[in-house]
């Protein structure tokens, strides 16, 4: 079951913040579902590292265009203050 209401959170947090596991998504029930779902559609790329020592996996935006597409007009970046 696909919620894309969670994948746009997900792909919004990691195209702000950066590399992002699923432990960092603590609060979303099975992060690792929309993970997976996200990488099948071209969004996310993953790649293995280390978290204290916890092997870990990582994932990043792969396709920005796709991102895009994904959070539509909802997307607003955070307001950095200079």
């Known amino acids: 079951m ?3 209401k969670l994948e746009r959170y997900i792909v919004k ?3 702000e913040e ?3 596991t699923a ?3 603590s ?3 099975n992060a690792n579902q929309y993970f997976c779902n996200l990488e099948k559609d071209g969004i996310l ?3 293995w590292g280390s978290k204290g020592i916890a092997r870990v996996k990582y994932r990043r ?3 920005i265009e796709k991102a895009m597409k994904l959070l539509g007009g909802s997307y607003e970046p955070i307001k ?3």
């Open 61 to 63: 935006i792969a396709n």
């Open 2 to 4: 696909r919620c894309p």
């Open 45 to 47: 790329k993953s790649r």
């Open 27 to 29: 609060h979303i029930s």
């Open 23 to 25: 432990t960092d998504f």
């Open 80 to 82: 950095v203050a200079s």
């Open 18 to 20: 950066g590399e992002k």
């Open 13 to 15: 947090i990691i195209l």
